[in-house]
């Protein structure tokens, strides 16, 4: 690969994903009030694998749109940008590619010393220098995102995620390329042992027998793994573009609204491109694109059914159960939508309500005595 290569689908779906992510996490950060002031004195944003800033067909890299959606946000006005305040970290390995990104940068934005934000374009890698440069920046003790967007190999320690799992009020994103899970016999076991945290823990991954079936166990682990580093909350999900390969991503964070906001971003992307997000539980039909769930009352999507019903083979639950379990076990879907589902799934038969009366979030709901046996 050179120096620019050509923007996958999938790529561009997910830096609409970003965006919409970026775009409600910045306000959230740092906006202040004259009761409270300011909730964080610094916020750093770390893009571990920046690449060069442009793409073959001119389309703008990861640092170049996160740092202009910033610096042109609707609520800049009330963020009280500074230097010392809000930084920003782009590491690239690449020496070609790096030089790129810093000539991009300017090109874009001027002399970086004189924007309003702190801007750092470092020469790295991700696995080895993270830590190093939030440490040097005094980013600890305050919020901090990382995202490590790797096309190539996954291979960051999870030092790294717990040391950032660890830290006030911080997030990660990490993706897995298209052909990381048909690549796993090239893969370094002792790099694997670093980045899942032992053997034990990724052996049953790459074990796995059926090729449909890889991605779904390596998702999973590595789940499991931002769990043991100290993510209260996980998503992991499959963003499938209409062409192209599909990308994997998970997202941890420790605190609730940072899902329901990744949640509303997926919710947002449009799907101009046909990109869909898929649920790793989810077997059966593939989920046809970002349309709201409900805009037909009769209609009601089949990963939904499948993922309720998976969750009542466990047992009879509440209807507020379910929306906690939406919110916390699956990819895309909110608490807003366990009511409505229950709803439709009684009206096709699918679920029955144990519970006398008015069908609520209170109401405790199971499958129907058929499909249990």
């Not at 620019?4 to 906006?31: F, G, V």
């Not at 048909?182 to 980045?195: C, G, K």
């Not at 999973?220 to 998503?235: D, E, T």
């Not at 709803?343 to 699918?350: D, T």
Request: proline content about 6%; cysteine-free.
């Amino acid at each position: 690969m050179g120096v620019l290569w050509k923007l996958e689908p999938a790529t561009a779906a997910k830096h609409r994903l970003y965006q919409r992510y970026l775009d409600a996490w910045w306000p959230i950060l740092l906006q202040t009030s004259q009761r409270t002031g300011f909730a964080f004195p610094r916020v750093t944003l770390l893009d571990a694998f920046a690449g060069p800033g442009r793409y073959e067909g001119g389309e703008p890299g990861s640092p170049v749109f996160i740092l202009d959606r910033l610096l042109h946000h609707d609520a800049v006005e009330r963020m009280h940008l500074s230097r010392n305040r809000v930084h920003l970290v782009f590491i690239e390995r690449d020496p070609a590619r790096y030089e790129h990104l810093v000539s991009e940068l300017v090109a874009v934005f001027g002399p970086l010393a004189d924007l309003p934000v702190r801007v750092e374009v470092r020469r790295g890698e991700a696995g080895k220098d993270s830590l190093p440069i939030l440490t040097g920046l005094g980013a600890w003790g305050n919020p901090i995102l990382g995202i490590f967007d790797s096309w190539g190999s996954v291979n960051v320690p999870l030092e790294v995620m717990g040391r950032i799992a660890h830290n006030r009020s911080s997030e990660v994103i990490t993706t897995f390329g298209p052909n990381w899970f048909s690549r796993r016999e090239e893969l370094n076991a002792d790099i694997l042992d670093t980045v899942f945290g032992g053997r034990g823990f990724w052996r049953p991954a790459a074990d796995e027998a059926r090729p449909d079936e890889r991605w779904r166990a390596w998702l999973g682990i590595y789940r499991n793994a931002l769990k043991r580093a100290g993510f209260g909350y996980q998503l992991q999900f499959q963003l499938v573009p209409r062409t192209g390969q599909p990308l994997y991503l998970v997202f941890g964070t420790g605190s609730p609204a940072g899902l329901k906001a990744m949640k509303e971003a997926m919710w947002k992307v449009d799907d101009r491109d046909g990109e869909s997000f898929r649920d790793p539980r989810n077997r059966g039909s593939a989920v046809a694109g970002q349309i709201d769930l409900f805009q037909m009352e009769e209609a009601i999507d089949p990963e939904l059914v499948e993922l309720v019903t998976q969750l009542l083979w466990q047992g009879d639950v509440s209807v507020e159960t379910v929306g906690r379990w939406l919110l916390t076990e699956t990819s895309r879907w909110m608490p807003t939508h366990a009511l409505r589902a229950a709803r439709l799934m009684r009206q096709e038969g699918s679920l029955v309500v144990q519970s006398p009366g008015k069908l609520t979030t209170k109401s405790v709901v199971g499958l129907p005595a058929p499909v249990r046996s």
